[in-house]
């Protein structure tokens, strides 16, 4: 499962990203993430199964769309709380679903 | 509603999605593309730079600053190439993007008429440089808005025989033909690039000013604690700042003084973004000591982050973003350290950094000496850091009692 994860610059991502694949892991998942800068999105969303966006990507949110629906990807926005909190658990979750629905 | 609910309501709608058309725009995301893409290079300058600061304790390290002529030094090529690549790319017109962008290089140094001696192309390296974003900025635009226009509406009739690679090789030849005389054409008989910044110096004498410096800083901020990326103004910003730590390293270089103080190594490295944008490490500091459990453990996540200036969990977790109370904190904060920061540096109290260095993740406050290698710069931030954490402290408190009474309500409410 790769997964995703797009903000500004592809730092503010970096934590969560991490803390997502490790609960991933230690649900017996294989899975692997990077995070990109969103202005990268639309060169490099092929090499991935599923979006998550930070939540300042809000504003970005119709240029995130357009783009995962030309390359048919599912995605999410990362809910404020999880975000802030790094709560890997919770942002699986979300992408468990995208995926699997 | 409460006024308050309206206000809410009002930022995180229809205000939001205005914003949102306006920065979704072709052209405005290219030049956001624009600057973070070629962050690495700039970067690359810095760490030259930062190795070259040590020399000053260590001085058998050898002196890497032509590194810079190979990086920060070829930026507005870089930019030539980006600009236009982006917005063609905005625009779907995929088959087409890397010659639009290669013909827009082409522009830049034809414009620049350069003069050819002995076998070697002599360009003005200015003009490939720093001294040349205002002109690739431009001229990327330009290009990006001439190209796509042409290329959507084609040459040839939609239903043509001939193969689509070939239509593309035809389109392409003729205007890039015509793009490069004319570039050659006004290259020859104007100097674009000492009249731009002619036209723009009105601007940058604007941005330089006390008022400019304090209302960029108040722009990018509000910006942020809307929700918005703050990387929509940033462009402006950037080419500001670039351009004023490049004069300020010029004039040491020549034996003056820097007098530029809009520098994002002033505003980001040293003493306007404390913790990140709004100088949220004290307000992250008042969230460990907090009584409400959800802040204090937002607070405690979020920390780390903090220390190496990356702030989105702390705004988007306190919440600051879309949250009146904090957003007028965030606010006060934004305008009172930015002025202090430009007075001190302006009664010349501080060493006004000349070194380009860009690294806005280094924890502060290293990063603030580092760019000044002076030592007062250290006094100055400490100030400013107490000063931040005092502002904060009405607003915070009056956002934290909302929270613990609506924590307690909720205790109740399951008892």
């Known amino acids: 499962m790769r997964i995703l994860f797009i903000c500004g610059n592809g730092v503010s991502s970096g934590m969560i990203a991490t803390r997502t694949v490790k609960a991933g892991e230690s649900q017996g998942y294989d899975v692997t993430t990077e995070a990109y800068s969103y202005a990268e999105l639309s060169e490099v969303i092929d090499d991935f199964d599923v979006i998550m966006a930070a939540p300042q990507m809000k504003c970005n949110e119709d240029m995130i769309k357009e783009i995962c629906e030309e390359h048919d990807r599912k995605y999410a926005i990362i809910d404020n709380y999880v975000f802030s909190t790094l709560d890997g658990t919770k942002c699986f979750e979300v992408a468990k679903n995208l995926l699997e629905n | ?415």
């Open chain 2, 1 to 415: 509603m409460s006024f308050y609910g309206k206000l809410q309501e009002w930022l995180a709608g229809p205000f939001t999605q205005k914003m949102q058309k306006f920065m979704q725009n072709p052209y405005m995301r290219a030049l956001q593309t624009c600057f973070s893409t070629i962050l690495p290079m700039i970067m690359v300058g810095s760490l030259a730079s930062l190795i070259n600061t040590f020399r000053n304790f260590w001085d058998w390290i050898p002196d890497l600053s032509l590194i810079n002529s190979f990086s920060f030094g070829l930026i507005s090529l870089f930019m030539a190439f980006l600009i236009p690549y982006s917005v063609m790319e905005s625009k779907k017109l995929h088959k087409q993007k890397m010659i639009t962008g290669f013909a827009s290089i082409s522009a830049l140094v034809a414009l620049a008429n350069p003069q050819f001696v002995d076998g070697n192309l002599v360009v003005n390296s200015g003009y490939v440089g720093t001294g040349g974003m205002t002109v690739a900025l431009v001229l990327g635009l330009v290009i990006g808005a001439i190209f796509s226009t042409y290329f959507k509406h084609g040459l040839f009739k939609k239903n043509t025989s001939l193969p689509s690679v070939v239509v593309v090789w035809f389109e392409s030849i003729l205007i890039v033909f015509l793009l490069i005389l004319a570039c050659m054409f006004i290259g020859q008989h104007f100097d674009l690039f000492s009249l731009l910044e002619v036209v723009f110096a009105p601007l940058a004498n604007i941005g330089n000013t006390y008022l400019g410096f304090v209302l960029l800083y108040m722009i990018m901020a509000l910006c942020y604690c809307c929700g918005l990326s703050a990387w929509a103004v940033w462009p402006i910003a950037c080419a500001l700042y670039l351009t004023n730590i490049a004069a300020n390293a010029a004039a040491v270089a020549a034996g003056q003084p820097p007098i530029y103080i809009a520098t994002d190594e002033v505003v980001f490295m040293g003493w306007c973004c404390l913790g990140g944008m709004g100088c949220t490490l004290p307000l992250n500091i008042l969230m460990l000591r907090s009584k409400s459990k959800k802040i204090n453990t937002i607070g405690k996540a979020a920390i780390a982050s903090s220390i190496f200036n990356i702030n989105e969990p702390v705004m988007y977790g306190l919440p600051v973003v879309l949250n009146p109370v904090m957003m007028l904190g965030f606010m006060v904060v934004s305008f009172i350290i930015p002025t202090v920061t430009y007075i001190v540096f302006k009664l010349g109290l501080v060493a006004i950094p000349a070194v380009a260095m860009m690294m806005n993740f280094l924890p502060q406050p290293i990063s603030t000496f580092m760019v000044n290698s002076d030592f007062k710069g250290i006094i100055l931030w400490a100030l400013l850091f107490v000063l931040a954490y005092f502002v904060y402290l009405p607003f915070f408190k009056a956002y934290e009692k909302q929270e613990i009474e609506r924590e307690q309500e909720e205790a109740q409410e399951e008892a």
